[in-house]
């Protein structure tokens, strides 16, 4: 079965971090691009970060710039999201995607989601 699995959210306190995890099961995730999505209550769904491939190139949202680092282990079939001085206002379901374009849809595979919240 092909799918990706999502880990690592949970309940942070403002200014902490938490690392999420996107395993993908039945294909080898280096072929496609990644996308971290997240989608808060009565928002639309934002693309968060991404990441080639090809060459490692990344892109992140403006909201999440300096704060949020996205890597792959290749070799674990894994991507990563670093989240750091995480805000209230990060709260969301995070959701990874792969697909053949960076940072462009369409997206093959999507993941469950990972709840994280950010609360004091």
């Known amino acids: 079965q092909l799918q990706l699995v999502e880990s690592g959210g949970g309940l942070v306190q403002p200014g902490g971090s938490l690392r999420l995890s996107c395993v993908a099961s039945g294909f080898a995730l280096d072929s496609f691009a990644i996308g971290w999505f997240r989608e808060a209550p009565g928002k639309e769904r934002e693309l968060v970060s991404c990441?080639?491939?090809?060459?490692?190139?990344?892109d992140y949202a403006d909201s999440v710039k300096g704060r949020f680092t996205i890597s792959r282990d290749n070799a674990k079939n894994t991507v990563y999201l670093q989240m750091n001085s995480l805000k209230p206002e990060d709260t969301a379901v995070y959701t990874c995607?792969?697909?053949?374009?960076?940072?462009?849809?369409?997206?093959?595979?999507w993941g469950q989601g990972t709840q994280v919240t950010v609360s004091s």
């Open positions: 990441i080639s491939s090809s060459d490692g190139s990344t």
């Open positions: 995607a792969a697909g053949p374009n960076f940072c462009a849809f369409p997206y093959d595979y």
